[in-house]
């Protein structure tokens, strides 16, 4: 899924399978999962890493305020899916990330 915003920043998410030979493994052994910002120029920059179990589908608000995020945790014995609201800040960063 791809997203863009007011600033023509493209958002896509990424879903990393165990099988492919590059994947980055977090200490639990599951693959990195992220959200990524493609700037206009060609820049890329991982808005979202850890915060997110399993990123499953983006959008932002109509304002650009928000970035929401849904998390497919649903393989886990005990979870759920969820739906993530974070504050999008003006230089496309979320408010931890500086």
Not at 27 to 56: Q, S
Not at 70 to 87: C, E, I, Q, S
């Amino acid at each position: 899924m791809r997203v863009v915003d007011r600033h023509e920043n493209l958002w896509q998410k990424t879903v990393m399978k165990n099988t492919q030979p590059h994947s980055r493994l977090q200490t639990t052994g599951r693959p990195v999962e992220g959200v990524y910002r493609i700037d206009p120029d060609g820049g890329v920059t991982r808005i979202i890493t850890r915060e997110v179990n399993r990123p499953n589908g983006i959008a932002i608000s109509a304002d650009d305020a928000h970035l929401f995020v849904a998390d497919n945790t649903n393989h886990v014995p005990g979870n759920a899916r969820k739906l993530w609201r974070f504050h999008l800040r003006d230089d496309g960063l979320l408010p931890w990330k500086e």
